[in-house]
């Protein structure tokens, strides 16, 4: 069994003058894996993305990526952490309009003096692009392109860093089926070939095949251990 | 880091023109018009106090001196009640100064778009004192001649060969003074002062204006009957048939007189030109200790000063007036850093969550504002010069 990339324990979150209240008990997450996370609305898929990625303190807890633990991390280290080391990508893409496809692939080098805009940093900017296909659009305004080709840019930008972890949060939701198939064979392309793992909420069920495992934030009431191959409760 | 803030921001502002460049606007203008308010009122005093700055000393007859110097700095004012050429005489006999008379009664009849000019009488004394120069023509030479300033000339269209009447002091007295029709000799080089709007002359050619001098037909036991008072054997009398001259031409130059002495000829006022500051003191003296008790003697440039003085109390107005500008401005400037955030939130959330830290996004903002409003005083810094150049003319004429 891999070594654990995600580990949660007695996780409780709720937010100010709300009556939603998440709770984990206990959840790990091996590395090397890809998990689905599905789930009525509501139920916390997106809180929970967002505790892992540092986005959200993790409030009563424990919650460990990698060999760090999250909750030791004032906000500023959490954002730096999650820079550095976790690669989002959200379903609304989140691409910055007023800049070039390659451009915001960079974006994470201009906002953040500890990854250098070096030469090697485009050489990869432009490598990921055409994996994605899109390496003749690199100079073209986001705005330009459709809804598929932006999420495939707004992926090259979570992968510049060589994150360890993806984190993506219903990246398929705006997209046609056949879109739909290309992004997750991408992410999925990063745990095989690059052992990365990969964490995506998703509500179409038609998709969890492709996973290693899933989780189903409707049942989870106990400890659960996923491991490559295979889920299960503890 | 600042590099890759700059990148950004110049992108952002390039992406959203129109916005970027009505905030530039907004924030030149409100930049430009108190810097502007400023430059014309430092203008507005330089123009006022260069004037009194250059002319050392003015010498008229007792009564207000804002008046007189008004009147001989500014041809402004109401003319005092005259000296005589007697204290002309008397300043340059003291041997602390040279004297220049002035006399200031008159105006021009209006021409063409040229508003009535005021007729400087004085001596050839006053052009190179004031540094006036001829542009067209000549200087003056011959009574009746006068010299056209600058804007008049350009204003009335008048050039050296033309004529220029005079008006008459007082329209309803048919049987008074009567306008001298002028020979333009010369025009003057601008000199930016209130001498580009006068029409200068000899001095003796105001006394002609005046009724002092005068020519008039050549008169003898053989003239015309109508022309003589009866005679009685004694000299000979002109009647009111015999007409004074209003014209001086060569033919009729030679009969031009005056009658009295000149020392008791009116001057509106002398202006005197210390040898040094020691002699300034003593002629100031003189004036102060009453010996010479019909007229006064006063520093244009302390009474222009008093008078700026009493104007600036309105300088308070114009500094509350700055302060409110310049808070509307900072408030401006808060305005524009506010709405730039706000219209930046959807950016700034993806930022952060990428992991964009707090320093960085402020950053972000920063240099924005820090270019729009660096735009904005490159471009309300040469808009202000320029206006200031364009309104020093438009002061001149408001002033002058």
């Known amino acids: 069994m891999n070594a654990s990339m995600i580990t949660i324990r007695d996780l409780q979150f709720s937010w100010p003058v709300s009556e939603f209240n998440l709770r984990i008990p206990s959840l790990e997450i091996a590395s090397r894996t890809s998990v689905a996370v599905t789930g009525p609305s509501g139920s916390g898929k997106t809180t929970l993305l967002d505790i892992i990625a540092g986005i959200l303190p993790a409030g009563d807890g424990s919650v460990t990526v ?11 280290h959490r954002r730096a952490f999650r820079l550095q080391k976790i690669g989002l990508v959200f379903q609304s893409f989140e691409l910055i309009e007023y800049l070039s ?9 201009r906002i953040s003096p500890a ?3 070096s030469a090697e940093l485009r050489d990869r900017a432009r490598s990921l692009l055409t994996q994605v296909g899109l390496e003749r659009h690199a100079a073209r305004s986001v705005t330009r392109l459709s809804q598929g080709e932006r999420q495939r840019v707004a992926i090259c930008r979570a992968l510049l860093t060589e994150p360890s972890l993806l984190l993506a949060d219903e990246p398929t939701g705006n997209l046609d089926p056949e879109s739909t198939l290309l992004i997750v064979e991408i992410l999925l392309c990063q745990v095989r070939e690059y052992g990365a793992t990969l ?16 989780i189903d934030f409707g049942r989870l009431n106990s400890t659960w251990f996923v491991a490559a191959g295979g889920c299960g409760a503890a | 880091m600042l590099r890759n803030a700059l990148f950004l921001a110049q992108r952002s502002l390039a992406w959203y023109r129109g916005r970027s460049i009505t905030i530039v606007l907004c924030l030149a203008i409100t930049l430009w018009v108190p810097m502007t308010v400023r430059m014309i009122v430092r203008e507005f005093e330089e123009e006022i106090q260069q004037r009194a700055w250059s002319t050392p000393l003015i010498i008229g007859t007792r009564g207000s001196r804002i008046d007189l110097v008004l009147h001989g700095l500014y041809f402004q004012s109401v003319p005092p009640s005259a000296l005589t050429m007697a ?3 008397y300043v340059r006999d003291s041997g602390f100064a040279a004297a220049i008379p002035l006399h200031l009664r008159f105006r021009t009849q209006t021409v063409q778009r040229a508003p009535a000019a005021p007729i400087v009488g004085s001596t050839l004394e006053y052009f190179e004192f004031r540094g ?12 009746g001649d006068c010299v056209l300033g600058a804007r008049f000339a350009q204003q009335s269209g008048l050039r050296p060969g033309d004529r220029l009447l005079s008006a008459p002091q007082n329209a309803f007295n048919l049987a008074g003074d009567y306008p001298l029709n002028m020979r333009v000799s010369g025009v003057l080089n601008a000199s930016w002062s209130p001498d580009d709007d006068a029409v200068f002359a000899d001095i003796r050619t105001t006394w002609v204006i005046e009724g002092i001098g005068h020519g008039h037909q050549a008169l003898s036991a ?18 009111a048939s015999v007409l004074p001259y209003t014209e001086i031409t060569d033919e009729n130059e030679a009969s031009f007189h ?5 020392a008791d000829y009116p001057v509106t006022e002398v202006i005197a030109v210390p040898h040094d500051r020691q002699s300034q003191t003593l002629l100031l003296g003189r004036y102060v200790s009453l010996k010479r008790p019909g007229a006064i003697c006063v520093k244009p440039q302390s009474v222009v000063s008093e008078l700026l003085a009493m104007i600036f109390r309105i300088e308070e107005l114009f500094r509350v007036a700055a302060v409110l500008s310049a808070l509307v401005t900072a408030l401006f400037l808060a305005l524009v850093i506010f709405l730039s955030v706000r219209l930046r939130a959807p950016e700034m959330r993806i930022m952060k969550r990428i992991g964009c830290a707090r320093g960085t996004a402020a950053l972000l903002v920063g240099t924005e504002v820090f270019i729009l409003l660096g735009v904005a005083v490159c471009l309300s810094l040469p808009a202000a010069s320029v206006t200031r150049i364009l309104a020093r003319d438009w002061l001149r004429q408001f002033l002058f």
């Open chain 2, 132 to 143: 006036l120069t001829i542009a067209e023509g000549h200087p003056l030479t011959r009574l």
């Open chain 2, 87 to 89: 204290e002309t005489s």
């Open chain 2, 222 to 239: 053989e003239s015309d009957d109508q022309l003589l008072e009866a005679d009685g054997g004694g000299p000979l009398r002109a009647n």
């Open chain 1, 66 to 76: 990698g060999n760090t633990e999250l909750a030791r991390l004032s906000e500023s």
């Open chain 1, 115 to 117: 990854v250098p805009l």
């Open chain 1, 101 to 109: 496809v390659l451009d915001n692939i960079l974006l994470p080098a």
């Open chain 2, 258 to 262: 005056f009658h009295g002495n000149e």
């Open chain 1, 199 to 214: 964490l995506m909420v998703s509500h179409d069920h038609s998709l969890l095949p492709h996973f290693d495992s899933a």
